[in-house]
């Protein structure tokens, strides 16, 4: 039978196609939603909307007369936002932390006399206090020394229209705390109520409410996975996936939380980082128990990364260290991140040219997924070393990593399925196959019972010890030619004519291994050749030599071969496919 999975993508499947469409549908959508509504580089009343986007004045001290507007801000640097504010921090301090202000002068039409108004501005890294005209209309997140982030969060406040001053200068001043990181990110504008109730709902929506659904998501597939990591334990491809799902959850997290759930803005960091690097560390050797491939330098590699790593970050970082250190130590660390999802890219095109089963289907979304993080590992190298990732556009101002998070849900979710459909279509077969198996091993001990009768009535009864030896010896021959098909022990008796309870004795007497033992290593050995040789699956392999219950087969296996088929499999062929390298390389001439 073929598996059905080989030819997923082939001409005519709808359900993939369809599937495929709707995974881009939903991209362009989210796509589109994010450049809906972008302002132009205006800074006056047009009737409907002012753009806040372009020069903004900026200061690192603190003052609460900085709200004022009447307070003088002519002295104060210019700076061009959406943007990293984190590169002019870091050429005036070393400072990873601190607070800083901003301020922009905006002149209001008469026309809006009357009308509320709403102002967005972005995303604000960490927290904010905004100000119109001296009025505080709103904030996010907390400030020292009890500070809290919310630097993914859209800031939409309304602003009264009883604040506004109609056709003169208005100014929004903005308080906001920063620790390594510090940007305002997004549509910047003064816009009519209805536009921003609409900007504001879409915003929340896909930056938040949609990212706390995937995240339900996984959490369901990590309860589905996590059962069958415990109902099979030798296939580790389920339990690395569980452990990436765990990663995975406190770095999505990290984007939509309304809570302080670490206590500290530096403890925060630390789960975030140990998170990330946990989950480069496990997610190729995710892939290589996916892919059947044996890297064990790799892993331990990885795994000595993820160590040291985290010792270090639990450790050695602290709000005291030199700014200098902490961002040249986060720069190397994501660069190595963006460089372990390189190698993941190559292992799913390593297993697309080797024709793996799931490759074509599971490496669409595996590269998806991966492609992401590597999208927001740019960004956080960005946001370390002070580039201002706004010159990059749009794109490099959001994090996509959990919509990327999400087509690989699907992913798995379709190979979970996959796998259990083919599983239930070999069972079937399986079944086909015990039944003619059951018929003809009827028809085989009813005739050899008839040619032993005829041999007693030739032959008499014989009860030397000569000819006992001989019977057993008999039966011993009988087993190696047929130790495929079931064998009981009173038939093997009969055959012998000797007692059930007496065959097991003399059986051991004359060959030296009991007669379960035999049979049992007679039959792995089968089975380890078929492993190597065929590409029928372990279920059908262990009832072509003679097992009904697969798993008695898999308790059996690593007695007399000293590992589990899986393993036993994937470590000959790769041992095979090396010999077979190797050879070819000594043929080839020099």
Not at 383 to 389: A, E, Q
Request: glycine share 8%; with cysteine; proline share 3%.
């Amino acid at each position: 039978m073929k598996r059905p999975v080989i030819h997923f993508f082939g001409g005519g499947n709808m359900i993939l196609r369809t599937l495929l469409y709707v995974v881009i549908g939903c991209c362009i959508f989210v796509i589109s939603m994010a450049f809906r509504g972008l302002p132009g580089r205006e800074d006056v009343w047009n009737g409907s909307r002012v753009s806040l986007e372009g020069t903004w004045k900026i200061s690192l001290n603190d003052d609460p007369r900085y709200a004022d507007p009447v307070f003088d801000d002519s002295e104060w640097d210019d700076v061009s936002l959406p943007s990293n504010l984190m590169h002019y921090v870091y050429k005036k301090t070393d400072s990873i932390h601190g607070v800083l202000w901003i301020r922009k002068k905006v002149r209001m039409g008469n026309e809006v006399r009357g009308d509320d108004l709403g102002l967005i501005l972005g995303r604000i890294a960490n927290a904010d206090d905004t100000y119109f005209n001296g009025i505080k209309i709103g904030g996010m997140g907390r400030f020292s020394p009890h500070a809290h982030s919310m630097w993914n969060h859209p800031r939409h406040y309304r602003i009264s229209n009883e604040f506004v001053r109609h056709g003169r200068d208005n100014v929004i001043a903005v308080r906001i705390s920063y620790f390594l990181f510090g940007d305002v990110m997004g549509n910047l504008a003064i816009t009519g109520i209805d536009e921003w109730s609409e900007s504001a709902m879409a915003s929340r929506f896909l930056v938040v409410e949609f990212v706390y659904m995937i995240m339900a998501l996984g959490v369901i597939l990590f309860i589905i996975y996590l059962f069958f990591s415990i109902k099979r334990p030798a296939e580790q491809e389920y339990l690395y996936y569980c452990l990436q799902l765990l990663c995975g959850f406190f770095i999505v997290l990290e984007l939509c939380s309304y809570w302080d759930l670490y206590g500290s803005q530096l403890r925060r960091q630390q789960v975030l980082v140990t998170s990330w690097v946990a989950l480069t560390a496990v997610h190729p050797i995710f892939l290589h128990r996916v892919y059947g491939l044996v890297r064990k330098k790799t892993e331990a590699a990885l795994w000595a990364y993820f160590i040291v790593v985290a010792l270090f970050n639990v450790f050695f970082i602290h709000e005291g260290m030199h700014g200098e250190i902490v961002r040249i130590v986060g720069a190397v660390l994501t660069t190595l991140a963006c460089l372990v999802g390189m190698y993941n890219i190559s292992c799913h095109v390593s297993a697309l040219i080797k024709k793996h089963p799931y490759a074509k289907l599971f490496s669409f979304f595996g590269i998806i997924a991966i492609m992401g993080a590597l999208h927001d590992g740019g960004i956080f190298l960005m946001k370390l070393i002070g580039h201002d990732m706004a010159r990059w556009g749009i794109a490099f101002q959001y994090m996509i990593f959990p919509y990327a998070a999400a087509v690989f849900f699907i992913g798995s979710a379709l190979v979970l399925t996959l796998r259990f459909i083919r599983m239930m279509d070999e069972v079937e077969d399986l079944n086909t196959s015990l039944e003619s198996f059951v018929i003809e091993n009827a028809l085989l001990n009813k005739k050899l019972k008839a040619t032993s009768a005829l041999h007693k009535r030739r032959n008499g009864a014989d009860n030397g010890m000569g000819n006992l030896r001989s019977r057993i010896l008999n039966v011993v021959e009988y087993i190696n030619e047929n130790y495929t098909a079931r064998l009981s022990r009173s038939f093997l008796a009969d055959q012998a004519d000797v007692h059930p309870d007496s065959l097991s004795r003399l059986f051991k007497k004359y060959t030296g291994k009991k007669l379960g033992d035999y049979i049992n290593e007679l039959r792995m050995r089968e089975a380890a050749d078929k492993l190597i040789r065929d590409e029928e699956n372990v279920m059908k392999i262990a009832s072509s030599v003679g097992f009904d219950s697969i798993r008695t087969f898999n308790r059996l296996f690593p007695r007399y071969m000293g590992t589990t088929p899986e393993r036993y499999r994937r470590d000959n062929r790769n041992e095979e496919d090396a010999g077979e390298y190797s050879e070819s390389r000594e043929e080839s001439p020099a």
